[in-house]
């Protein structure tokens, strides 16, 4: 296991598989530094071996909401995630729906008691290119 702050993210050899859960949209939050999610896929990108995985798993925002609720509900937009981590240079590579829940109508905030531990989510897996 690595742990090292998100802006200076370097592991100090190649790995096989980086995985973030209920966190990738805490990344551009003031309290994270206001991390770029672009600059921080491609450090990722650069941290994996040829083939690597990246996987994301998060709290499902409303649809078109982009970054907008990441302070305010802890929630991400998929299709936004999707976006900034094929921009760092990744394949999407699969998806699992696992972790839905559609009885979820992602404007509360996740930890909110009628939703806390039964949030929606995605579970997206990119890849890096041999």
Same mark, same amino acid.
């Given at each position: 296991?690595? #742990?090292?702050?998100?802006?200076?993210?370097?592991?100090?050899?190649?790995?096989?598989?980086?995985?973030? !859960?209920? =966190?990738?949209?805490?990344?551009?939050?003031? &309290?994270?530094?206001? #991390?770029?999610? +672009?600059? &921080?896929?491609?450090?990722?990108?650069?941290?994996?071996?040829?083939?690597? +995985? &990246? #996987?994301?798993?998060?709290?499902?925002?409303?649809?078109? !909401?982009?970054?907008?609720?990441?302070?305010?509900?802890?929630? #991400?937009?998929?299709?936004?995630?999707?976006?900034? +981590?094929?921009?760092?240079?990744?394949?999407?590579?699969?998806?699992?729906?696992?972790?839905? =829940?559609?009885?979820?109508?992602?404007?509360?905030?996740?930890?909110?008691? !009628? +939703?806390?531990?039964?949030?929606?989510?995605?579970?997206?897996?990119?890849?890096?290119?041999?």
């Amino acid at each position: 296991m690595i #742990i090292q702050p998100a802006a200076d993210f370097k592991p100090p050899t190649p790995i096989d598989v980086l995985f973030t !859960s209920q =966190n990738y949209h805490d990344y551009p939050d003031k &309290f994270m530094g206001k #991390i770029d999610l +672009v600059a &921080f896929g491609k450090q990722v990108h650069a941290a994996l071996k040829p083939g690597g +995985v &990246f #996987i994301v798993i998060d709290h499902v925002g409303e649809t078109g !909401s982009g970054l907008r609720d990441t302070e305010k509900l802890h929630r #991400i937009d998929p299709k936004k995630t999707r976006e900034l +981590v094929e921009a760092s240079g990744f394949l999407f590579d699969g998806e699992s729906d696992v972790l839905r =829940n559609p009885a979820d109508d992602h404007t509360k905030l996740v930890f909110d008691d !009628s +939703v806390r531990g039964y949030t929606d989510q995605f579970m997206y897996r990119f890849r890096k290119p041999k």
